[in-house]
């Protein structure tokens, strides 16, 4: 899927110098480029493997304490929930057929934060009826989907009161809609979802705490109608419709019986086929706390559950299988071995005819107490505007009220920032420790140049990740001690070739580094800039660290460190004129870096992102999930972390807003106080920019 953007991708330097992008000469280069996506990987195996080792050992007190377990664990992680207001609903319209209606409603899951709905109610037989509460996927048409309408009317038609509703970024709930456009600034729903999420976690919530709040005030609506009986509560949905379907499940007892779509795998397969998918769908620290998809289930068991797949689904059907064969064995601790099932339908992602025929029995079975076949009736599709609950399409043109963005920026409001600890830091970015002795050093040979030679190497950052490099030291320098700067640029250090050539040339010896993930370790699937990878940057091995309590940002700046301990452990380098330069991504990694480290005397940044705050305050952003550092505006923004350089020199250079331009440089001096704020211009080299003198 392909998000639409109007946005000019992050331009940070010169031509890069092929010579310095020198592994491909000396290993399997392309081994070399999923370097980042093995070790992360690793480290989500590692945490799986635990878990598995753990659940093989279960008891049935172990199968029964399990749903406390996670949900104490996933509402941490989710940040808690807001109090429960007034839903103030209201029925716009109504739709007669033969032998339902549908009810256009709307009601607030959060002050003035409104969700369109539609109500399937049987016009025949006896109340209170039972109720499925039916959370959407992401395809085009929201509630009016074709597929969804089929289920939806189906049901309704056999006795069940359903309610649907449109989620976020999705139907009349687009959150960055553009009247201009008539439609998202971004596009799909599932980009939508994600660059809500990327702001979101900044404040430490993922998106999942909207939409799952969102469910929890539709079923609350739901229950409080008089055909409903309340104690025959289903829930089911496809892909992002079974993704909520699982959270909902977990987390509110009112639901009794559950058939999740095209959702439910194992997080080992999702990482090995498909990856993390858009931000509603991933929590961070999910595998730290020892948790998987099986775990949406164990907390729902013992009650009636049946898992819905596709052995043709991009969702990993050997996942499912895997998963499904664990749920047996726990239901069988909890003496219901009957009430847990699956449906293997040999087609692709979906709520098809077989998953449909297989739904509509279980919940029969569980919720009527009957046992006998439903004829999937072919239901004719009404228009998506005839099901709209507004008038123009859009809750936003229509009602106005709270964005994600807006309740977002409320929240974080709230927190009480200020200067970090170092401790907090490290908490917060994941930052492992272990830096201080001279790394493991490969060496590739060395390039004579124009006054200068350049070293090529590389050294390991930590098992797992060797970080490439390439040492600029004057030739004429002899044996003495000279200054150093460890230089770090987002395109890499051949691109970053023409910065490190100016500072060699003022006596410096350059270490440029390609930061884990960038230069000649950067997945090349990433380049191109279509597509998610064009428009958040690493989102793989951004959101896998996260999962697994860490981030990118904190492996960076553990790579920059340990390019400290190579300069420290040579002979030719002043110790105590260790200086840092990063851009782009690289920057943020570099404040990181000095903030931790005081060997790092002075400090410049370029094209670098101006903070956090920005990033709540905008529209839409760009390339920013590298750059996540999940709840950081509880504790710190970025000028914050500068005041921890104390009266260490920091120079920012070009300082970049959340879409990669040019932020403004009054705005970001008055943020950042004593540190030096200025443009390049056409004849500014980094030598006279960064103020490294010899």
């Not at 509630?143 to 969804?148: C, E, I, M, V």
């Amino acid at each position: 899927m392909k998000p639409f953007a109007l946005l000019l991708p992050l331009a940070l330097a010169a031509q890069p110098d092929a010579a310095l992008d020198f592994l491909r000469d000396h290993t399997d280069y392309r081994t070399f480029q999923q370097q980042l996506t093995h070790y992360e990987q690793a480290r989500a195996f590692a945490l799986l493997d635990a878990r598995e080792s753990a659940v093989a050992k279960w008891t049935a007190a172990d199968a029964r304490v399990r749903k406390a377990v996670f949900r104490e664990r996933y509402l941490r992680l989710l940040g808690g929930f807001p109090e429960k207001t007034p839903l103030n609903p209201r029925v716009l319209g109504v739709i007669q057929a033969e032998d339902y209606r549908i009810e256009k409603v709307v009601f607030e899951s959060q002050p003035r934060f409104y969700v369109t709905a539609n109500l399937y109610v049987p016009t025949k037989g006896t109340g209170p009826f039972p109720a499925i509460l039916f959370p959407l996927g992401h395809e085009n048409g929201a509630k009016a989907h074709d597929a969804w309408q089929q289920v939806l009317v189906t049901f309704a038609r056999k006795g069940y009161v359903c309610l649907t509703w449109d989620p976020l970024g999705q139907g009349e709930r687009a959150q960055l809609y553009d009247p201009d456009l008539g439609n998202s600034k971004v596009t799909p729903a599932t980009s939508e979802h994600t660059v809500l999420g990327m702001q979101t976690l900044l404040a430490g919530d993922p998106l999942a705490r909207y939409t799952t709040w969102d469910g929890i005030r539709a079923l609350d609506y739901l229950v409080s109608r008089p055909e409903v009986d309340a104690a025959r509560i289903g829930a089911t949905g496809n892909s992002g419709g079974g993704t909520h379907t699982a959270y909902l499940s977990s987390l509110d007892d009112r639901i009794s019986v559950a058939a999740p779509s095209c959702f439910i795998t194992s997080w080992r397969r999702l990482l090995q086929t498909i990856g993390p998918q858009d931000a509603e769908q991933c929590v961070p620290g999910f595998l730290s706390e020892g948790l998987d998809h099986a775990d949406f289930i164990h907390a729902f068991a013992p009650k009636p559950y049946t898992m819905l797949s596709a052995i043709r689904d991009f969702f990993s059907i050997t996942g499912a299988r895997e998963t499904y064969a664990e749920l047996q064995t726990a239901y069988n601790l909890h003496g219901a071995a009957g009430k847990m099932a699956m449906t293997e339908a040999d087609d692709g992602h979906g709520y098809s005819h077989p998953r449909r025929i297989a739904s509509y029995r279980w919940f029969d079975k569980w919720l009527k107490g009957i046992d006998e076949e439903t004829p999937d009736t072919p239901v004719p599709p009404r228009r998506e505007e005839e099901l709209y609950v507004t008038k123009s399409g859009q809750v936003l043109t229509e009602f106005g009220g709270e964005m994600v963005t807006t309740l977002n920026q409320a929240r974080v409001k709230s927190f009480r920032r200020g200067i970090p600890t170092p401790a907090k830091v490290r908490e917060l970015i994941g930052y492992p420790d272990g830096a201080g002795t001279a790394p493991k050093i490969k060496t590739f040979g060395v390039l004579t140049r124009n006054g200068y030679e350049v070293e090529k190497f590389t050294y390991q950052s930590e098992e797992g990740i060797e970080i490439p490099a390439v040492l600029y030291r004057p030739a004429a320098a002899g044996r003495q001690r000279m200054p150093a700067v460890v230089y770090a640029n987002r395109a890499g250090k051949a691109a970053g070739a023409a910065n490190a050539e100016a500072l060699v040339g003022q006596g410096l010896l350059v270490l440029s580094i390609d930061l884990r993930g960038l230069g000649e370790s950067r997945n090349r699937t990433l380049d191109g800039g279509s597509g998610w990878t064009g428009y958040f940057g690493d989102y793989n091995s951004a959101m896998t660290a996260m999962l697994t309590g860490h981030t990118l940002t904190g492996g960076r700046a553990r790579d920059i460190v340990r390019a400290v301990d190579v300069l420290t452990a040579r002979t030719d380098v002043d110790t105590a004129k260790i200086y840092g330069a990063g851009a782009g991504v690289a920057g943020v990694a570099m404040l990181h870096a000095a903030a931790l480290d005081p060997r790092i005397r002075r400090v410049a940044l370029e094209r670098t992102l101006e903070s956090y705050q920005a990033v709540v305050d905008a529209r839409v952003h760009q390339k920013i999930a590298e750059l996540v550092i999940p709840g950081v505006l509880r504790h710190y923004d970025l000028p914050d972390l500068a005041q921890l350089l104390g009266q260490r020199p920091l120079v920012i250079v070009d300082p970049a807003d959340p879409l990669g331009n040019f932020a403004p440089i009054d705005k970001v001096s008055k943020l950042y106080g004593q540190a030096k704020v200025l443009r390049r211009g056409t004849q500014d080299t980094a030598a006279s920019l960064y103020g490294f003198a010899r």
